[in-house]
């Protein structure tokens, strides 16, 4: 329980594939308090993901309940409340109530449109217009999917909302959507920072669904709910991506800092101050959380995901790993583990090399094995770096770690030897939220900077004893995706 500081408040939602996490967090300070609830990913069918929006916005409610009575704080401290989400999923409404379920970012029907998208379209003026190549995942294909299969739902809808949206509806009443969404669901101009009329009114979506387009920092509305111990009237905030609000609070907002999410997935994101323009049409393009700056992000695939797996199956905690593969060497034995992806492309990311391990012997131990799942990880990350560096024409003056993966010490250091480049690593627990608070700070013309945390440099490696296993690396993970590609199922 905190002391009554009399400092000014922000409170926020983080609504994730498997949590929704709330925070409350002093202006230009700390972490308050915070609070978790799990939600539960429904899967109906092939390829689908879906949340119940009943379900997701009582544990949303108990979790921002939760830290605002852990916080302990008067009401009239609270300067605002924002929220934040994962990037590609949505809830439709009539404009009164939920239409059915949510979708989730990681539902993939919207595989049956990629065709039409590059015929209709084509991809160049896709990735012009959007900053984005066609994937099943992105929020467009999956709408068309939507309106073709379920045309009833598509004709009864209103507003089309991202799950960040649909959150500030809920507590404020207001129907907006955040750039970022627009943008990383494949909807928006991201050079223009608004909706790509031409092209969904080329595809069928049109405009009239769509709510107004703000930037992060918005005052969209007031607090209307009064069962979450927050005063109503309490500004709502708009808020932005999750990936971005992790890099803006790790002080990822500069030119030349790369900032590595290190999570189930791993996302590598570099602030810009104009789209990049890659001919190879390799990372996805968004706005950033300033209205000046934009995101162009690569994807290390899901390492984290793959090395919980991996705990899973050996009966133990994730943390064990890491110990277990400090008792192994560099190279990992000959051990190499094609579970995460050293290129981010439209080409990469339809065809995937399938998780294998390869060079077991019946001198490789379990050492080994754990060894070469997080070296694969480095591996990845070394390499997006890279092709993030080639796509802006310039090296990254800095790599910052964030993410939950950033709390494992041997992970900054595994990256700083695999690159040969310092890694930092900000010394805060929850820069999303010290992020959101910032952006309450921005919208209430408070007196508060953008977050740059102190930071860990963990220094640069040698390199050297990891060239060979990097290459090996790569060249397995080229040849199993031409020759033996993952299976969809």
């Known amino acids: 329980m905190s002391a009554r500081s009399g400092a000014l408040l922000a409170a926020g939602l983080d609504l994730g594939g498997s949590s929704v996490k709330a925070w409350v967090a002093e202006v230009g300070g700390s972490v308050v308090a915070e609070a978790t609830e799990a939600v539960v990913t429904r899967r109906p069918r092939r390829h689908a993901a879906e949340l119940d929006p009943v379900a997701w916005w009582a544990a949303a409610r108990r979790s921002l309940r939760a830290a605002v009575q852990g916080a302990n704080r008067p009401s009239g401290e609270y300067a605002g409340l924002t929220a934040s989400s994962l990037r590609q999923g949505f809830v439709l409404t009539d404009g009164s109530d939920e239409l059915g379920a949510g979708v989730l970012n990681s539902d993939r029907r919207g595989a049956t449109q990629l065709d039409r998208l590059r015929r209709d379209v084509g991809v160049d003026a896709l990735y012009r217009t959007t900053g984005h190549w066609p994937a099943p995942e992105l929020t467009l294909p999956k709408l068309l999917h939507l309106a073709e299969v379920e045309p009833d739902r598509w004709r009864a809808t209103r507003r089309v909302l991202f799950v960040h949206d649909w959150a500030l509806w809920r507590l404020s009443g207001e129907a907006v959507t955040e750039a970022s969404y627009a943008s990383a669901g494949q909807m928006a101009d991201v050079a223009a920072r608004c909706w790509a009329a031409d092209l969904l009114d080329a595809v069928g979506i049109?405009?009239?669904?769509?709510?107004?387009?703000?930037?992060?920092?918005?005052a969209v509305g007031r607090l209307t709910d009064p069962g979450l111990g927050l005063p109503l009237g309490l500004p709502v905030i708009a808020g932005g991506g999750d990936t971005q609000l992790a890099a803006l609070g790790a002080g990822g907002l500069a030119d030349g800092v790369v900032t590595v999410v290190a999570g189930s997935t791993t996302p590598v994101q570099a602030a810009t101050a104009a789209p990049p323009a890659d001919p190879l049409r390799h990372p996805w393009v968004s706005t950033h959380l300033a209205a000046d700056r934009w995101a162009a992000e690569t994807n290390a695939g899901y390492p984290g995901t793959m090395l919980a797996w991996l705990a899973g199956a050996a009966g133990c905690d994730p943390a064990m790993l890491w110990d277990r593969a400090a008792a192994s060497v560099p190279g990992a034995a000959g051990v190499t583990a094609v579970?995460?992806?050293?290129t981010w492309s439209e080409e990469a990311w339809a065809t995937k090399a399938p998780n294998t391990v390869l060079g077991v012997t019946p001198a490789t131990t379990g050492d080994d094995v754990a060894r070469a799942f997080v070296e694969a990880h480095a591996y990845a990350v070394r390499a997006n770096v890279a092709d993030l560096e080639r796509a802006l024409g310039a090296p990254a003056r800095r790599v910052v770690l964030t993410g939950g993966g950033a709390r494992q010490p041997a992970l900054a250091r595994l990256l700083a030897d695999v690159m040969g480049r310092d890694v930092m690593v900000p010394a805060v627990a929850q820069p999303a939220a010290l992020a959101g608070a910032?952006?309450?700070?921005?919208?209430?013309?408070?007196?508060?900077?953008?977050?740059?945390?102190?930071?860990?440099?963990?220094?640069?490696?040698?390199?050297?004893?990891?060239?060979?296993?990097?290459?090996?690396?790569?060249?397995?993970?080229?040849?199993?995706?031409?020759?033996?590609?993952?299976?969809?199922?």
């Open 206 to 218: 049109g405009t009239d669904r769509l709510a107004p387009l703000v930037e992060a920092g918005t």
């Open 438 to 489: 910032a952006i309450v700070a921005r919208a209430c013309a408070l007196d508060a900077a953008t977050p740059e945390p102190a930071a860990a440099v963990v220094a640069a490696g040698d390199p050297a004893p990891y060239e060979e296993p990097y290459q090996r690396y790569l060249h397995a993970h080229a040849v199993l995706r031409t020759h033996l590609p993952e299976v969809d199922g």
């Open 339 to 342: 579970v995460a992806a050293p």
